[in-house]
């Protein structure tokens, strides 16, 4: 009897360790394809992985991120986006979607009220359903950043965005960091994108 017992352990043990490995061959897309679109030191792209049609949320995720550090954020925009469509609760997806939004719009001379409100809806998801303390935390960061408050203890969302949001025919133009109610931030005034305006001036 205990032979069996050890048999059976022994096939569990190996049926896992199969599993596994399928679960990183699935997950693995560095792979060398000299002959599909272009390489890099052959390292596919996401371009090739749209191409391909066969991209993954983690391996786009992980392009976005790349396309945000070299500036390029249309396309990282993009990549993002198409991450969060295909897993809507990776918050690291979401956070890094959120982070290019917030870049786009910042940059914007003339601040498209959409954008603002999307941003903002955005992190709201981030504070709320994030599953970690530190990543909601992120999302009330931003959202006083942006909008300069946040939901209170009880505001229900719908609430929050309610006297938040802002027309989008360009009626009322987009301030960041202002505050629709409620007292002002602690501490002496400060613009609140300054510390971004001195990165990009250096």
């Known amino acids: 009897m205990k032979t069996i017992w050890l048999s059976l352990a022994a096939l569990g043990v190996i049926s896992a360790s199969q599993t596994a490995f399928a679960g990183e061959v699935d997950q693995e897309f560095i ?9 890099t030191h052959g390292v596919v792209t996401s371009d090739q992985f749209l191409e391909l049609g066969v991209p993954t949320a983690n391996g786009l ?6 396309s945000m550090r070299m500036g390029k954020l249309d ?3 993009m990549v993002l986006q198409r991450s969060v469509e295909m897993a809507p609760m990776d918050m690291d997806g979401r956070i890094l979607y959120a ?10 001379k003339d601040r498209d009220p959409a954008l603002f409100n999307f941003v903002v809806k ?24 942006i909008a300069g408050t946040a939901p209170k203890k009880w ?14 025919d360009g ?32």
């Open 171 to 202: 009626s009322v133009k987009v301030q960041l960091g202002a505050r629709k109610d409620g007292p002002p931030l602690p501490g002496p005034k400060k613009d609140p994108l300054a510390a971004t305006k001195k990165e990009e001036q250096m």
């Open 155 to 168: 505001e229900k969302e719908k609430k929050f965005l309610d006297r938040i949001l802002i027309p989008e």
């Open 61 to 66: 995720r992980i392009e976005g991120e790349q």
């Open 122 to 145: 955005q992190w709201l998801f981030v504070a709320k359903n994030a599953e970690f303390a530190d990543q909601g935390m992120q999302g009330y960061n931003h959202l006083y950043k």
């Open 99 to 108: 982070e290019a939004l917030e870049k786009k719009l910042i940059k914007q």
């Open 75 to 77: 396309r990282a925009i």
């Open 31 to 39: 792979v060398d394809t000299g002959s599909i679109g272009k390489t």
